[in-house]
């Protein structure tokens, strides 16, 4: 029986404008991760979300996660923990976000000044962090609100963890989730996440899989310090000669990893995986409009979904130590490091990866026959996750997307990773749905990012409609 | 009949103190020309050069150059023209020098102040500037001021032309000594330049010959803004890919030009110039000692020096919009621009290496078939310059050498390029000399720099003892 979800829906709408004020108090306050003279706006913003968790009834604890690494100047943010509601007889959802922003400065380009909530004509809510991830955190304090002021009971028990330093790395939060799997969360019967995208702008989706990514350094030295080309130019090995052979040999123009030993670690298509990618609601058009070009590297949706969800790909992402400024310098850098990384995807083991890469750099270098020194390493690992998509914590969502939006939501996966993902799958053992509220053109970590006020407000009432059609979700595993 | 020095030079030695203290004070103006903040010091950098002159009883002008290209809020410092005598008896001899300086900062890794000059027990003055090029600016004034307490008559009329924007490519100087190459400059018989380095650091060395230059920037383009690898890794052309793999079809890692049709331009080695190579005072270890490793690409001094001076190089200095910083970052660039140079030597006409570098890349980026735009362009180029090593002004300059330093010079030519060399040449149609006052080890460019003490003050007396050597010169052109 669908859960009856009229009032609570009404109340939703009823309180927009007062859910819209929580989002541009948040947005406020600059809580910038990767800047160190910000800091304290990150923390203002965990006591922020403290505080509202706290009017609201929850429990809730400010967790110090202690010095950060290489910085030991400065306290990392408290990850925000909390619960609401400890009834046996329901079960208990565990959902997770950051309150911390990517940085943003007007001079970058934006249209309106980055942490003041500006709403255009269009209903689009400009704001560092309205989508990533302030919008969709506050979604959960607006759901829990909105089921209070509405009389309705709130379906499950709810606990919250909501970290201060997702878009520097994370740093701390994986051991505590550890840590906390069998002690804060232990109850935790399913797990949500509202930190990604709709593949498009329509239509809704549930995401049941990331890709992983291997990044590796190729360092390349031989001089004792940077040379000057007209005088060295002619008579040394050139670090950057070398380094630029070497990374010609990873892939080809076509995106086709030229590593060997790489297309086989990965996992067959099967008839079956082939038969869903033409349903997905995503066009040509949709790539073009999100590249801002047309070059793409194939011409139709389902290859180009494939490349993006369940192949490898490789990506060049720049040079350190060589000269980067615009303008002319006649440098020879002494040393040079490339930085290169593999997406991944099942199933490639890490370690596998890592030794096919290894070889394959250092045998080309070998033949290159330069008295320059090379070393190739991994600099971080995160590996790819897929879930089973017929879980019940999926099967509710389903049916919430269906509820709110009116449509069966796609399942589909991503080609980028969020660690944190894999991190409550194995501390908890429990399935995890990624559950997104923004839409594809919202422009995270971009210039004049974004939340349409209808993705917020049909966002909170479908965060709300989830956790009744979990309670009702029979208890057999997906 | 050798001209008496003795009673200069001992002036010169009774004045070192003095001396090294107006050095001390040149060095203690921090005339970085590249940057904006620092414009007020290269021009009192300018007006101190110009009081002192004056004080010598120079006549000097501060010739304006309008205003900087592409920075229209920034006057271009003065150009700082002084002479010294009018006798019609006499020979003018025109020189050249400047009064700016590279960017400097003691957190680069400087071992003391670098705008403080400091003598270490070495006697290695340390100090930005000073040995690039204010010692041997000051040189010229320090030889005034000798002859002028020594009582011994000044043997030349002297042509100075000081600018203050070498460091940042010398702008608005070609122009202007276009425009008084008939005017200002039209005494002048013979031009000496003192702005480059012996080829080690016992033997003195003049030097007839640099190679030139061809400065390109190759742009690959494609998606209209950088993108995430996440996403878009494995379903759109990445411009690095593309840019990465053209590039490595310029240069191997022996050194050796791929691009078809450079090598036909060079002009052969000959025997007599082949015989010449063997002499140079230089070696293995003095390359190997300024590389800081033994990455060579030769193993023998004469194909070395040939590797410097006669045959063309290229040189892949890094790439602008890729990312450069440490760390690690997933970004697909969306634009990024490849610099690479290539040293030019006689018979590299310009035009003709341009039409192969952009045949070249145009051809391999068309195998490609990527569906990235890619554009080359030459950004700047610089001639090659050979002088003739027989004419008085060498002669004069070879004498002096030995009456001071007690050798015959070695006759060099230098890989990199001084652009304004060149341009002296063609606007006063005179013999151009390279006159170094410094040795290799000068770090000219680099953390701690420095110009020793014998070097400095043995150079003013080589100044000096050259201007009366030119003096005695017979009249014909060599």
């Known amino acids: 029986m669908a859960p009856q979800l009229d009032s609570y829906f009404k109340q939703v709408d009823s309180l927009s404008d007062h859910f819209i004020e929580r989002l541009r108090k948040a947005v406020a306050i600059p809580s910038v991760s990767s800047e160190d003279e910000r800091r304290p706006d990150v923390v203002k913003m965990g006591?922020?979300?403290?505080?509202?968790?706290?009017?609201?009834?929850?429990?809730?604890?400010?967790?110090?996660?202690?010095?950060?690494?290489h910085k030991e100047h400065l306290d990392l943010p408290p990850v925000v923990i909390a619960r609401y509601g400890s009834d046996s007889n329901k079960r208990t959802i565990l959902v997770y976000g950051h309150y911390d922003v990517q940085p943003a400065l007007k001079e970058d380009g934006w249209a309106t000044d980055p942490f003041t909530l500006t709403v255009d004509d269009k209903d689009r809510m400009y704001?560092?962090?309205?989508?990533?991830?302030?919008?969709?955190?506050?979604?959960?304090?607006?759901?829990?609100?909105?089921h209070q002021k509405a009389g309705?009971?709130?379906?499950?028990?709810?606990?919250?963890?909501?970290?201060?330093?997702?878009?520097?790395?994370?740093?701390?939060?994986?051991?505590?989730?550890?840590?906390?799997?069998?002690?804060?969360?232990?109850?935790?019967?399913?797990?949500?996440?509202?930190d990604n995208y709709w593949l498009g702008t329509e239509k809704p989706c549930l995401t049941y899989g990331?890709?992983?990514?291997?990044?590796?350094?190729?360092?390349?030295?031989?001089?004792?310090?940077?040379?000057?080309?007209?005088?060295?130019?002619?008579?040394?090995?050139?670090?950057?000669?070398?380094?630029?052979?070497?990374?010609?040999?990873?892939?080809?123009?076509?995106?086709?990893?030229?590593?060997?030993?790489?297309?086989?670690?990965?996992?067959?298509?099967?008839?079956?995986?082939?038969?869903?990618?033409?349903?997905?609601?995503?066009?040509?058009?949709?790539?073009?409009?999100?590249?801002?070009?047309?070059?793409?590297?194939?011409?139709?949706?389902?290859?180009?979904?494939?490349?993006?969800?369940?192949?490898?790909?490789?990506?060049?992402?720049?040079i350190e130590g060589a000269y980067s400024a615009p303008g002319a310098k006649t440098v020879i850098p002494a040393k040079v490091i490339g930085k290169v990384s593999i997406r991944t995807v099942p199933n490639m083991e890490s370690a596998d990866v890592n030794k096919l890469v290894y070889d394959h750099v250092n045998g080309e270098f070998a033949k290159l026959k330069s008295k320059n020194k090379l070393t190739v390493s991994c600099q971080h690992d995160g590996k790819w996750w897929v879930a089973s998509p017929k879980h019940w914590n999926f099967t509710a969502a389903g049916k919430?997307?269906?509820?709110?939006?009116?449509?069966?939501?796609?399942?589909?996966?991503?080609?980028?990773?969020?660690?944190?993902?894999?991190?409550?799958?194995?501390?908890?053992?429990?399935?995890?749905?990624?559950?997104?509220?923004?839409?594809?053109?919202?422009?995270?970590?971009?210039?004049?990012?974004?939340?349409d006020k209808k993705n917020y407000i049909e966002g909170i009432k479908l965060l709300g409609a989830y956790l009744h059609y979990v309670a009702e979700e029979p208890m057999k595993e997906g």
Chains 1, 2 share one sequence.
Not at 57 to 67: D, F, I, T, W, Y
Not at 175 to 184: G, L, N, R, S, V
Not at 251 to 265: C, F, N, R, T, W
Not at 400 to 410: R, Y
């Open 47 to 69: 006591e922020f979300l403290a505080e509202q968790l706290k009017a609201l009834g929850a429990s809730v604890e400010l967790r110090p996660l202690g010095k950060q690494p």
């Open 400 to 451: 919430a997307v269906e509820h709110v939006w009116g449509v069966k939501p796609d399942l589909t996966r991503e080609g980028g990773s969020i660690p944190v993902t894999l991190t409550f799958e194995q501390a908890t053992g429990k399935n995890v749905l990624l559950l997104p509220m923004g839409s594809s053109t919202d422009a995270a970590h971009s210039i004049n990012e974004k939340l």
């Open 210 to 318: 990331l890709r992983g990514c291997n990044y590796y350094s190729i360092e390349v030295s031989g001089p004792g310090q940077d040379l000057h080309s007209g005088v060295f130019g002619g008579t040394a090995h050139e670090p950057m000669t070398d380094l630029v052979r070497v990374m010609s040999t990873l892939v080809d123009s076509s995106g086709k990893i030229l590593i060997p030993g790489i297309a086989e670690l990965v996992a067959p298509l099967t008839d079956e995986e082939k038969s869903l990618y033409g349903d997905i609601a995503f066009t040509m058009d949709n790539l073009y409009e999100s590249l801002g070009s047309q070059t793409s590297l194939f011409d139709n949706k389902e290859r180009t979904l494939m490349g993006r969800w369940r192949y490898p790909s490789l990506s060049i992402h720049g």
């Open 152 to 194: 309705v009971d709130f379906p499950v028990n709810l606990l919250m963890c909501f970290e201060g330093m997702e878009e520097y790395g994370s740093e701390g939060l994986d051991d505590f989730i550890k840590d906390e799997a069998d002690k804060y969360f232990k109850d935790a019967d399913a797990v949500c996440i509202s």
């Open 127 to 146: 704001g560092r962090g309205s989508t990533d991830d302030k919008g969709p955190v506050l979604g959960w304090l607006n759901a829990i609100e909105a």
